[in-house]
Each structure stands twice: as structure tokens, then as C-alpha cells.
């Protein structure tokens, strides 16, 4: 079956625009997270939905960072302004239970901010 | 959660059992081992979790010592593609199930 879709693959944008990257879960997974991955940065987790609502924020780095979910599906990660310091891979991840600690993960967005 | 302890790298000859360490000297009663492993370029994928006793699924075997303060992924008979980084988390069930990834182990396998 298909896994946990994200688009863009790669996206390239220049400091100071707003980006939107994209996930697509499992179906019917009602658990869906985001992480990102810099260099030498390690796997840092961002936020956690659970259905439409997101009861973890915390590792969202800053208000630039933004995410909501639909229908309890796709899900969008919004950065504003970009920095260069956002440009890492963001990784996407469902499960099918809520707070399930076995995940599936996409292939990432590698985000490069010049 | 407690916190783990892996080597940086390690080395395995093709057709060879690769045994991953993990030590989790602090570990709580509740807390269960899981491990991941990220082939370059993807991202990160389950492979086998247990909470004191040892376990085997299709893709590996997770061996836990009695005291649960370390554990040992072993893939019985690794090839090219195993070639990863594998991490080891230790955490309890939560509300939320974020996982905290360490710098975790990048194992060559070499032909």
C-alpha cells in the first residue's frame, strides 16, 4: 500500500520567502508528525497531531514555524521568512494510534534556503 | 525518558551478523527499547521494539539483558543494504509519542 507521501522532494528558496511543504499520511492513520534533520543537527522533533488538533507544539523552533492538519489527513508545515538556518530535511511521520511510538516515515523535503 | 548510549560506527562483513550495543543503564520499569534505522536518503524506518524480554521479527532480533540496562539489535545476516544508521530510544508510553533520536550507530557493511 502507499506510504507517507511528501512534496516538494526538494525545494529551493531564497531567505526572507515563506515556504509550504507538504504530507500526506498513511490513510487512516489519525497520528501524524513532523521532524527535521540539519546537518550534524540530528532528528528533532517539531510537532504532533493527533486528528486536526496538535497537542504538542514544543519542538517548533520558533513563530515562524507554523502546521495544521485537515480532515485529519494531510497536514502542511508552514515556515515564514525563511532563515538559513531552516534548511535541513523535513521528515513527516504517521501512526495508527494515537501517540503510537511505531511510525512511518516519508522521504523528507530537503529545504535549501540560499 | 532515559537516555542512550551507542558506539558512533561500526563495521560488518556481508553475510555476517551485525550486533548493534545500546546501553540504558538508566532505564525505568515502564520503558520500552525501540529501533530505528535511516538509510541514506530516506527516512527513518522501524525495525523491532521489546520491553524485557527478547524479541525476533522478520527483519532482526533485539536481545535485552535482565537488569534492562542495555540491549542488542543483532541482524542475523546482514547485507549491503543494511549499510545505516540505527538508533536506539528508549522511552515510555506517552500521549504523544514523539520520538528523541541520539546520534545513534552508522554501520558499514562491507562486501
Known amino acids: 500500500g502507499a506510504g507517507v507521501s511528501q512534496s516538494p522532494s526538494n525545494k529551493v528558496t531564497e531567505k526572507g520567502k515563506d515556504v509550504e511543504l507538504r504530507c500526506d499520511p498513511i490513510?487512516?492513520?489519525?497520528?501524524l508528525y513532523w521532524y527535521r534533520q540539519s546537518l550534524g543537527q540530528g532528528l528533532e522533533f517539531l510537532i504532533y497531531f493527533q486528528g486536526n488538533s496538535a497537542p504538542d507544539k514544543s519542538g517548533l523552533p520558533s513563530d515562524r514555524f507554523s502546521a495544521e492538519r485537515t480532515g485529519g489527513s494531510v497536514s502542511t508545515l508552514t515556515i515564514q521568512r525563511t532563515q538559513q538556518e531552516d534548511s535541513a530535511v523535513y521528515l513527516c511521520a504517521s501512526s495508527p494510534i494515537p501517540g503510537g511510538d511505531i511510525q512511518y516515515f516519508g522521504a523528507g523535503t530537503r529545504l535549501s534556503v540560499l | 525518558d532515559a537516555k542512550t548510549t551507542q558506539p558512533p560506527s561500526m563495521d560488518c562483513a556481508e553475510g555476517r551478523a551485525a550486533n548493534l550495543p545500546c546501553n540504558h543503564s538508566t532505564i525505568s520499569g515502564n520503558e520500552y527499547v525501540y529501533w530505528y534505522r535511516q538509510i541514506h536518503s530516506q527516512g527513518p524506518q522501524y525495525i523491532i521494539h521489546?520491553?524485557?524480554n527478547n524479541e525476533t521479527n522478520e527483519m532482526a532480533s533485539l536481545i535485552i539483558t535482565e537488569d534492562r540496562k542495555s540491549s542488542t539489535l543483532i541482524l542475523p545476516h546482514a547485507t549491503l543494504r543494511d549499510t545505516a544508521v540505527y538508533y536506539c530510544i528508549v522511552r515510555a508510553a506517552s500521549n504523544t509519542g514523539k520520538l528523541i533520536f541520539g546520534q545513534g550507530t552508522t554501520l558499514q557493511v562491507k562486501p
Open positions: 490513510s487512516g492513520h489519525t497520528a
Open positions: 521489546g520491553l524485557k
